[in-house]
């Protein structure tokens, strides 16, 4: 079975400061994908950045990116220039590669409440 | 485009009553999951269809839980009868598989209140 683990309830940072989220994960597999959501206070589940375990680059996304150690099981999630609407909690997700199958459920972390101070 | 759309957006009701939930995934998604949020368990899968037909169940948690996707454009959950721990969120999301996974998009959730 895969494990999330997000080992911070919450968080905050200054506006316009940098803020570290980690997000650390337990699998057998090889290949698979991991994600990281914001939930808003709006309820929404938006899905903020992707990443590919077979690939060595870490992915990037404006001012989101993540820092993936696959050999740690490591992945997480930097804000730069923080900005009040980035106020939200933050879910680690894993899922599985599914191959021909088709897509797979996925795993998610417990959360971190990250709230932007102006 | 349109995202995921459920509805209701918040359900209150009595204890023993039938609720049903309602999906229309992205057009051309042909992935469908049903996820139940808490502050207990966080979010977990429910169940997932594929061009629908329900492949993973193993989430609903009892016989009181059941859902259906009649066409590629709607599904329901329905819980009957209804108890006070079912109250959660209930989010619905759909995603497709082409040759390469694809990440999943929710929608906005039902809060269920079950008094």
């Known amino acids: 079975a895969q494990t999330v683990t997000q080992s911070q309830p919450e968080m905050s940072v200054q506006e316009a400061e940098t803020v570290t989220l980690s997000c650390t994960y337990d699998?057998?597999?090889?290949?698979?994908?991991l994600f990281w959501y914001k939930q808003p206070p709006s309820r929404q589940m938006i899905l903020v950045i992707r990443?590919?375990?077979?690939?060595?680059q870490n992915a990037t996304e404006n001012r989101f990116s993540v820092n993936f150690q696959k050999a740690a099981k490591s992945f997480s999630l930097k804000i730069s220039d923080s900005q009040l609407g980035d106020t939200a909690m933050y879910f680690c997700a894993f899922m599985k590669q599914s191959g021909e199958a088709g897509a797979n459920n996925l795993f998610f972390g417990t959360g971190t409440r990250l709230t932007v101070i102006p | 485009d349109a995202g995921v759309i459920q509805s209701p957006r918040h359900e209150v009701t009595e204890m023993g009553q039938e609720v049903t939930l309602r999906c229309k995934p992205i057009s051309g998604h042909d992935y469908l999951f049903w996820y139940r949020q808490t502050m207990m368990r966080g979010l977990e899968l429910l169940i997932y269809?594929?061009?629908?037909?329900?492949?993973?169940d193993s989430g609903m948690p009892e016989d009181r839980f059941s859902a259906k996707m009649p066409n590629a454009s709607f599904s329901t959950l329905k819980i009957q009868p209804s108890e006070p721990r079912d109250s959660a969120v209930y989010f619905c999301?759909?995603?497709?598989?082409?040759?390469?996974?694809?990440?999943?998009?929710f929608g906005d959730g039902t809060r269920l209140s079950i008094l």
């Open positions: 699998t057998s597999e090889n290949n698979y994908y």
């Open positions: 999301a759909s995603s497709f598989f082409r040759g390469r996974d694809q990440p999943q998009h």
């Open positions: 269809f594929n061009n629908n037909v329900p492949i993973d």
């Open positions: 990443q590919e375990a077979y690939k060595q």
